[in-house]
């Protein structure tokens, strides 16, 4: 059980930082996996059937900008998940489990991505604040039909497989 909690402890902070890297700058030039229109976290066509004005689009942009900068070079940020994948190596492959740097390691881990779901959260915050009243209840029921539209998707796959 106890093995059970520390794998899923390094797991989960792993596969949410990877759907966080796809929500900011991840995409496939507006493709996801491959397919126009996908499933995935990217609004970007959702926000493209507001009526946005030229100064919306135009302060957008400068808050997208700032939020690349602010994320830091994609390099360094690799270079930073390569060293937390080496040390989870090392202390999978060691002879005997140090539970102290594997506590350690977790509770660095779990702090950045707190951090990084934190400054997630301002910056749609920011963004939202652009739109009106109007534009965000749009924004809304947009993503709500596109939430139903990849449920009937995803029913769609599993029953595929299913029936294989």
Not at 36 to 63: F, H, P, S, Y
């Amino acid at each position: 059980m106890k093995k059970t909690v520390i794998a899923a402890t390094f797991a989960v902070p792993l596969l949410l930082t990877s759907v966080a890297a796809m929500a900011f700058g991840g995409s496939h030039g507006g493709h996801q996996g491959g397919r126009e229109g996908g499933c995935g976290m990217n609004d970007r066509q959702v926000w493209q059937q507001l009526e946005i004005t030229d100064a919306q689009k135009e302060e957008l942009q400068q808050l997208r900008e700032t939020f690349r900068e602010q994320r830091g070079e994609p390099g360094e940020r690799a270079e930073a998940r390569a060293e937390q994948r080496e040390a989870m190596q090392a202390l999978m492959m060691s002879d005997t489990f140090d539970e102290a740097k594997a506590q350690a390691l977790v509770t660095q881990m779990t702090e950045q991505h707190q951090e990084r779901q934190l400054a997630m959260l301002k910056q749609r915050h920011e963004m939202m604040s652009v739109l009106t009243d109007e534009q965000k209840s749009q924004l809304v029921e947009l993503q709500a039909e596109k939430r139903e539209e990849c449920a009937q998707q995803w029913e769609e796959r599993a029953q595929r497989m299913r029936d294989r």
